[in-house]
């Protein structure tokens, strides 16, 4: 019995090693994705998917934290373009207050996070979570979403916001079997019952 053949990738032209690196990224996202744990990931299986040395992976990551961070920067780019371009959708109907587009924001990111379980897992339980550049700035962004819709402190009311959303997630993937009505209902009482 022979082993099954690598796949066999054609390199880039000179100049275009970015492509790679592109490739690289993709290919450990689609494998996170799968695997909803960044632990299991070696930088050889990324390799061995792409038909690639594991040299060449080494040549753009120094090791499996870097790629898990850079896999994850994508995805909370992927993330961010859903919820803007359902902000956008939302203003374009109506112009929402303040309040409204909150609930927008969280319904998006809610939808993105159910979309893709393996990658929400990874992105806020892997011990590389702290180092992910983007943790701040989406951490912020929700603050100043919060801020004009409570009285109270808004970064308490924002991590209150993120742990019931999250949390809400993470039930619906790992309990499915429960009587669980729309998401967008769901939000909408958290947004109630955190906010008043």
């Given at each position: 019995?022979?082993?099954?053949?690598?796949?066999?990738?054609?390199?880039?032209?000179?100049?275009?090693?970015?492509?790679?690196?592109?490739e690289i990224v993709a290919a450990a996202?689609?494998?996170?994705?799968?695997?909803?744990?960044?632990?299991?990931?070696?930088?050889?299986?990324?390799?061995?998917?792409?038909?690639?040395?594991?040299?060449?992976?080494?040549?753009?990551?120094?090791?499996?934290?870097?790629?898990?961070?850079?896999?994850?920067?994508?995805?909370?780019?992927?993330?961010?373009?859903?919820?803007?371009?359902?902000?956008?959708?939302?203003?374009?109907?109506?112009?929402?207050?303040p309040r409204q587009a909150l609930r927008?924001?969280?319904?998006?990111?809610?939808?993105?996070?159910?979309?893709?379980?393996?990658?929400?897992?990874?992105?806020?339980?892997?011990?590389?979570?702290?180092?992910?550049?983007?943790?701040?700035?989406?951490?912020?962004?929700?603050?100043?979403?919060?801020?004009?819709?409570?009285?109270?402190?808004?970064?308490?009311?924002?991590?209150?916001?993120?742990?019931?959303?999250?949390?809400?997630?993470?039930?619906?993937?790992?309990?499915?079997?429960?009587?669980?009505?729309?998401?967008?209902?769901?939000?909408?009482?958290?947004?109630?019952?955190?906010?008043?």
């Amino acid at each position: 019995m022979t082993a099954p053949e690598r796949p066999t990738r054609r390199p880039n032209a000179r100049g275009h090693g970015d492509l790679l690196r592109e490739e690289i990224v993709a290919a450990a996202a689609a494998m996170l994705a799968e695997l909803g744990d960044d632990e299991a990931m070696s930088l050889r299986a990324v390799a061995k998917a792409l038909g690639i040395s594991p040299t060449s992976v080494y040549l753009h990551f120094p090791d499996r934290d870097a790629l898990v961070i850079a896999a994850m920067t994508r995805c909370h780019a992927d993330m961010s373009a859903a919820v803007d371009a359902r902000l956008e959708e939302a203003a374009r109907a109506e112009a929402p207050g303040p309040r409204q587009a909150l609930r927008v924001r969280l319904k998006a990111m809610a939808a993105w996070a159910l979309a893709n379980p393996g990658l929400t897992k990874v992105m806020h339980e892997s011990r590389t979570s702290p180092a992910m550049p983007f943790k701040a700035a989406m951490f912020e962004r929700l603050v100043d979403a919060v801020h004009p819709c409570t009285r109270t402190d808004p970064v308490a009311a924002a991590l209150d916001l993120r742990s019931a959303v999250l949390g809400a997630v993470s039930l619906r993937i790992n309990e499915p079997g429960l009587p669980w009505d729309a998401l967008d209902g769901q939000v909408d009482r958290l947004v109630n019952a955190i906010l008043g």
